[in-house]
């Protein structure tokens, strides 16, 4: 089972940007999919954007382009670059690794 820590969450003004990174405890390239999630309370998670290692890249309808996910193989991490963001992208956001693997939670919160 991968590990993966996060980082970057915090509180930001609408229409700020944040950046959430992911790091797992292998190789970012041995992993076939990675993935953003994020859950607000009473809801299901939801899948943000996913990354494969073979470059397929999928995002949520809501991310609109605002977001940009990168795997950066250098940094060993999984980034996702937040712009634009809504009251509505209030959430607490995980990582997750293929097959079954999730990070502790990042919380993002967009308030002024």
Not at 5 to 32: F, H, N, Q, T, W
Not at 69 to 85: E, G, Y
């Amino acid at each position: 089972q991968v590990q993966l820590v996060e980082s970057g969450g915090g509180l930001v003004p609408p229409g700020g940007s944040l950046k959430l990174s992911c790091a797992p405890s292998r190789s970012i390239d041995s992993i076939y999919s990675m993935a953003w999630y994020r859950q607000t309370p009473g809801k299901q998670r939801e899948l943000v954007a996913r990354s494969t290692s073979s470059s397929i890249i999928n995002y949520a309808d809501f991310v609109e382009d605002r977001f940009i996910i990168v795997r950066d193989s250098a940094k060993n991490t999984l980034d996702l670059q937040m712009n634009n963001l809504k009251p509505e992208d209030t959430a607490v956001y995980y990582c997750y690794s293929h097959p079954n693997s999730w990070g502790q939670g990042t919380q993002v919160t967009v308030a002024s």
